[in-house]
């Protein structure tokens, strides 16, 4: 199956290079924004020239080139006329580029992602818009194929925002938005929240992992089996723990007892590329930390620290989370 989960794949490199993300499209819909931004770079661009030249002449110009740009048919056409003009097109030109961002077809495939302090809750939806696969702080997408995220907040408004798959989209409580993506290509694409929810909002990432097609059925299919029951002596010991210390009562395990919901869902964390919604690489030493103390890593999330474990609970807890793929 491909792209292999490595802890190389991280929200960092995703998000790494010239030219940036935002400016680097992967996919049609970030094409629009792209196009556009260009357009407004460029107009932005000569406008600033314009100025400069108009201050020059203002300060150094002769004195019948200062009346000239003081006179009134100047402040007319370039004060008023020029500038709405130019604002009228680029409104109806921008509405008919990104209008596909958010129109829909009907056939494309179905996801949720409801934003929380300061994780991304994600879910795989049916055609009627069921539930069939649950899974956090990151998405995984067929190649080639667009992508419908409908986009819910859990507590406070939220932002969206793929800058290499498509446009920005704010999540806010109590309504749903909805908006497409689409990688033209397999690879991975970092994503962030883009509007300001709280202390820990710049560490509240997540990654897009964009499969080729058979590959990311193959992905769904392992997604959708029955989890693993044959579990290390010391995997099996993290899973007591996991229920004594209190974990079962946020978080969510698939074929056990834990059935929480407050935090993110671990039934695959084992095979997840990042910690942490999209901050730390998924490795054992990350894990235990995660584990340990959250807080001084992320400050302000809603996870307790757990520092009295000793370093075999630690370790024996990180096992049974491994295991989970």
């Not at 500038?83 to 961002?101: K, Q, T």
């Not at 002596?233 to 009562?249: H, I, K, M, S, T």
């Not at 959250?294 to 990180?318: C, F, G, H, V, W």
Request: net charge neutral.
């Amino acid at each position: 199956m491909s792209p292999p989960t490595s802890s190389s794949s991280s929200l960092a490199e995703a998000l790494r290079g010239w030219p940036p993300p935002v400016l680097d499209p992967a996919g049609p819909f970030s094409q629009s924004v792209t196009t556009l931004s260009w357009v407004l770079i460029g107009l932005v661009t000569l406008i600033f020239i314009g100025v400069c030249a108009a201050l020059w002449v203002a300060l150094y110009g002769s004195a019948e080139l200062r009346a000239r740009l003081g006179g009134e048919r100047v402040v007319k056409w370039f004060g008023l006329i020029i500038p709405a003009g130019v604002l009228l097109v680029l409104l109806v030109w921008g509405l008919l580029m990104v209008r596909g961002l958010t129109t829909l077809q009907g056939d494309e495939l179905r996801m949720r992602v409801s934003g929380n302090l300061y994780w991304w809750r994600v879910s795989y939806l049916d055609a009627s818009g069921r539930e069939i696969h649950a899974d956090a702080n990151e998405l995984h997408i067929p190649a080639g194929r667009p992508v419908v995220v409908e986009m819910v907040s859990e507590d406070v408004i939220h932002s969206f925002w793929v800058p290499r798959l498509g446009g920005k989209m704010d999540m806010i409580p109590g309504r749903t938005n909805r908006l497409k993506l689409q990688a033209d290509e397999p690879g991975s694409y970092g994503g962030q929240c883009a509007e300001f929810c709280g202390g820990a909002h710049a560490l509240m990432g997540f990654v897009v992992v964009a499969h080729a097609p058979a590959d990311w059925q193959r992905w769904m299919d392992d997604r959708l089996k029955p989890p693993p029951t044959q579990l290390s002596v010391e995997a099996l010991r993290g899973q007591q723990l996991f229920n004594e210390v209190g974990c079962a009562a946020c978080h969510r395990v698939a074929g056990t007892d834990a059935q929480g919901i407050a935090g993110p869902d671990l039934t695959h964390i084992g095979s997840r590329r990042s910690l942490g919604a999209g901050i730390l690489p998924n490795t054992r030493a990350t894990l235990i930390g995660w584990i340990a103390d959250s807080q001084s890593i992320k400050p302000n999330n809603r996870m307790p620290a757990y520092r009295s474990l000793t370093a075999d609970e630690l370790n024996a807890l990180a096992s049974y989370l491994e295991a989970r793929k």
